[in-house]
T-cell receptor
Framework: AQSVTQPDIHITVSEGASLELRCNYS??????LFWYVQSPGQGLQLLLK??????LVQGIKGFEAEFKRSQSSFNLRKPSVHWSDAAEYFCAAPQGNAGNMLTFGGGTRLMVKP | KAGVTQTPRYLIKTRGQQVTLSCSPI?????VSWYQQTPGQGLQFLFE???????NKGNFPGRFSGRQFSNSRSEMNVSTLELGDSALYLC???????????FGQGTRLTVV
């Protein structure tokens, strides 16, 4: 079964600083990968997705992610963080051939210092 | 285009009771998935329905069940509630196979 790991539980960055959130996956074939964001008490909002093709994908709110097969990683990046980016971020992937059954990483909570 | 709508947003139930949660997917989406989110276990897949058929099921006891109607709306039911069932229950809709999932705001269930 495919697994998704987010090594960092909490990350604190200063407003205006760059951000990188880590995601590692385990899967033999080319995976489908997603990044979601969740504000407190809310549902999940899709930031970006990787299905195939270009390994650098652009998403909403100025986020991007790079798929690196050699490192089994799909890290999320943003060049300049805004206070409104404070939230919890989840990396996710479909579970093998089980269609829309997503496996999520444990999440990374981002705090932004003024 | 309306998003995924979950009702109710908040529920408080007593141990031993049962509860039904509702999810209306995005118009045209035929796949509806349910997830349980808790601080200890994170986001866990419950089940997925596609065209009124359960297509996938997660590792939850039989007290958790669901169904999907012909208009793609879905309900999930939890019988004989336990304290550990307290969680945020999220519904997601997808257009088809391996397409991105759009989530509702969730139903916060508290079991006392």
């Amino acid at each position: 079964a495919q697994s998704v790991t987010q090594p960092d539980i909490h990350i604190t960055v200063s407003e205006g600083a760059s951000l990188e959130l880590r995601c590692n996956y385990s899967y033999g074939a080319t995976p489908y990968l997603f990044w979601y964001v969740q504000s407190p008490g809310q549902g999940l909002q899709l930031l970006l997705k990787y299905f195939s093709g270009d390994t650098l994908v652009q998403g909403i709110k100025g986020f991007e992610a790079e798929f690196k097969r050699s490192q089994s990683s799909f890290n999320l990046r943003k060049p300049s963080v805004h206070w409104s980016d404070a939230a919890e971020y989840f990396c996710a992937a479909p579970q093998g051939n089980a269609g829309n059954m997503l496996t999520f990483g444990g999440g990374t909570r981002l705090m932004v210092k003024p | 285009k309306a998003g995924v709508t979950q009702t109710p947003r908040y529920l408080i139930k007593t141990r031993g009771q049962q509860v039904t949660l509702s999810c209306s997917p995005i118009s045209g989406h035929r796949s509806v998935s349910w997830y349980q989110q808790t601080p200890g276990q994170g986001l866990q897949f419950l089940f997925e329905y596609f065209s009124e058929t359960q297509r996938n099921k997660g590792n939850f006891p039989g007290r958790f069940s669901g169904r999907q109607f012909s208009n793609s709306r879905s309900e999930m039911n939890v019988s004989t509630l336990e304290l550990g069932d307290s969680a945020l229950y999220l519904c997601a809709s997808s257009l088809g196979w391996l397409t991105e999932a759009f989530f509702g705001q969730g139903t916060r269930l508290t079991v006392v």
